[in-house]
């Protein structure tokens, strides 16, 4: 062993999926934990991070590689804390975390340097007395921060001057936005704040050599500001001083592949190590962080009215009972007169509906048959511009619409329910001299494209914009008169908690796009059941919805009160998923569970889950890894542990 004495032997995390270290060699006594390491594992060449970990008792010392190469780059404290705290809140290996944190350094490596600039213009608007407070309110707290304002009060422009304040001290700073319109559009409103050269985004979009200069020029200090997608957490910033979560109800800051985590939560989980600054900002939180500011926890910081002249919009609820014109039509009269008069003041209208395609269902009306993917259980959807059946799950796609029933070769097949394809071939026949354009998630789905339709939805080239939740979140356009919403009926699902809340956030959501500046706007909201009182309350009783929504959950024992782990199980052999299902049921010793039940099938494989209900503490998340481990699983098995869970499908 002698020979050994003087080389050190260091336990090094890799970028695989494991908790577990290895154990390494190296002639460098100096290394220390953060650094950053290339080795040789197997075959490949990985890159680790060197741990604070005692080394192991290796019984052949000799068989040990060397470390092969020391990088120039060190994780910070703060970050490894974030990295093993993040693993073990979502019950996930903490060398897939640390993946998410180097995937962009390895490849060919150009060095480019970027200038380091702290000093920064003046901000060019002065704020309002209550946005003055707000921001005192912000500069001072040294909990979490909910900035809770109505749409329109001014939040984006108010954390621009927290951000401002930070990187003038020389802090980084993080903003993470949910949407890539919304990114796009609050990227371009910060520029004109701190200059377009200050700002650099980060989403799926970036190249890998793009990414790489970005993450060398993060962990060197030289970035400031990043705007960017949730994996914009997993940065490794140098001196991160400030995360805004803007929009963070949003239900897309949940990951649902890979790692499966809520960026809102683990940018909470960051700020704490880090111990920064992080402000949530919404105008309708989330009944978690709704709970977190009542019981203390987070500091509430409210913006009550909106901005300068500029009025909350006028809400009117259409009975869609009473729409009897004798042709059918999914826009109501009163909707039409009030587009006909939005057009005639030369303003914008928005009609919002959350279905893409042309009609969500084919039936069959003699035997009620509904076109099914072959690889899902559920139902295909028509798309009239591309004549096709689509699954949104798998993206199976047929080009044959069948024109009989596979079950019992009817040729009476009926298209049935609505997409915002059939608004917009509806809105083409009734303002036939209409600028008008159709939005989803497809036409939107690159910076660039984003870009264009901002600039020209602010330089009013279109006068009526449909679209689906993407036009929902956080937009700015003057010009929007009118907002109308297609189906308002508060949607509630058996098997959502959430149901009734996200259908609460997204109507306030696309209320809050109209009338920004000077003129009060308008919002027509087409309903079948316009009496329900849970409509009604959303929209005009904030707070008694939300007290009453708070007692639902409580009294069922549900989140933001309770902790649920989802435990999603799949595989193409529905008897061996069973099997593997009961066996993990029989060995759930002092854990809640209800389950297992099967969920839809979805490419191919059945899923069957079991969800854990407890009290919130990280001791739940050991005992289910535990109790995962006791049962031996078939590899045909994939399963997968969803921490706070937001998807029931
Ligand atoms: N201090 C200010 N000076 C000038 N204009 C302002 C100021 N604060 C807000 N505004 C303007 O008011 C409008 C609404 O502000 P902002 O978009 O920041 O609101 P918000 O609360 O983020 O809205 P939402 O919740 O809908 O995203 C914007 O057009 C913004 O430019
Ligand atoms: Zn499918």
């Not at 949530?280 to 002249?309: C, D, I, M, Q």
């Not at 329910?417 to 789905?445: H, Q, Y």
């Not at 796009?513 to 316009?530: C, D, F, T, W």
Request: aromatic fraction near 8%.
């Amino acid at each position: 062993m002698d020979q050994y004495n003087k080389i050190a032997l260091k336990q090094i995390l890799l970028p695989i999926r494991t908790t577990k270290t290895f154990s390494y060699l190296s002639q460098n006594d100096k290394l220390s934990e953060g650094d950053l390491v290339e080795v040789e594992f197997g075959k490949q060449n990985l890159i680790g991070m060197v741990t604070a970990q005692p080394a192991e008792d290796v019984k052949n010392p000799e068989k040990l590689k060397y470390i092969s190469k020391k990088l120039p780059y060190k994780f910070t404290n703060n970050f490894i804390n974030f990295i093993y705290k993040a693993s073990d809140y979502n019950i996930c290996e903490h060398g897939l975390v640390l993946k998410s944190c180097i995937a962009n350094l390895s490849g060919g490596s150009r060095d480019v340097e970027i200038e380091e600039e702290n000093l920064l213009p003046p901000i060019n608007t002065t704020l309002s007395q209550p946005q003055e407070n707000a921001l005192n309110s912000i500069l001072s707290s040294h909990n979490p921060i909910l900035l809770e304002g109505v749409t329109g009060s001014g939040k984006t422009e108010l954390y621009c001057y927290a951000i401002y304040e930070t990187i003038k001290n020389n802090g980084q700073a993080l903003i993470l936005l949910p949407e890539i319109i919304l990114a796009t559009q609050i990227s371009e409103r910060i520029a004109t704040i701190f200059g377009k050269e200050k700002i650099t985004n980060w989403h799926s979009g970036i190249s890998q050599a793009n990414k790489r200069i970005i993450w060398k020029n993060i962990i060197n200090g030289k970035i400031k500001l990043i705007i960017g997608a949730r994996s914009a957490l997993f940065l490794p910033f140098l001196n991160l001083k400030i995360i805004v979560v803007d929009e963070e109800h949003d239900t897309s800051f949940k990951q649902e592949e890979s790692i499966i985590y809520n960026a809102r939560d683990m940018a909470v989980l960051r700020a704490h190590e880090e111990k920064c600054k992080v402000i949530l900002s919404s105008a309708t939180p989330s009944l978690e962080s709704h709970l977190n500011a009542l019981s203390g926890k987070y500091s509430k910081v409210p913006l009550e009215k909106r901005f300068g002249k500029s009025k909350l919009p006028e809400i009117k609820i259409i009975d869609m009972r009473q729409n009897t014109s004798s042709r059918f039509s999914w826009i109501s009269n009163d909707l039409i007169s009030a587009i006909n008069e939005t057009l005639y003041i030369k303003k914008q209208s928005m009609l919002f509906l959350n279905r893409k395609g042309y009609a969500p269902l084919s039936v069959c009306l003699n035997c009620g048959y509904k076109e099914k993917c072959p690889n899902c259980s559920f139902s295909l959807a028509f798309y009239k511009s591309s004549n096709t059946l689509k699954c949104h799950y798998c993206n199976y796609c047929s080009n044959e619409k069948s024109t009989f029933c596979k079950h019992c070769s009817n040729i009476k097949i009926q298209l049935r329910g609505v997409g915002i394809e059939k608004i917009e071939e509806e809105a083409r026949i009734l303002f036939p001299s209409a600028r008008i354009i159709s939005l989803d998630s497809s036409t939107i789905s690159t910076h660039k494209k984003a870009q264009r339709l901002i600039a020209d939805i602010s330089e009013k080239k279109f006068d009526i914009i449909i679209g689906t939740q993407v036009i929902a979140k956080g937009l700015d356009f003057e010009s929007i008169h009118l907002v109308g919403i297609i189906q308002a009926d508060p949607y509630s699902h058996d098997c959502d908690i959430r149901g009734i809340e996200k259908s609460y956030q997204l109507l306030n959501q696309i209320s809050g796009r109209a009338g920004r500046k000077e003129q009060q706007g308008i919002v027509l909201m087409q309903s079948y059941n316009p009496t329900n009182p849970l409509l009604i309350k959303a929209l005009f009783n904030k707070e008694q919805f939300l007290e009453e929504e708070l007692n639902d959950r409580k009294e069922s024992y549900m989140p933001p009160f309770s902790r649920l782990i989802s435990i999603n199980a799949s595989a193409k052999n529905e008897e061996k998923l069973i099997n593997y299902m009961n066996e993990l049921r029989d060995a759930a010793q002092n854990i809640d569970i209800l389950g297992p039940s099967p969920t839809n099938r979805i490419r191919q494989r059945y899923r069957y889950r079991i969800i854990v209900q407890s009290t919130k503490g990280l001791s739940t998340q050991k005992s289910v890894k535990n109790w995962i481990n006791s049962v031996k699983k078939p590899s045909s098995i994939q399963l997968s542990i969803d921490v706070d869970p937001y998807n029931f499908l």
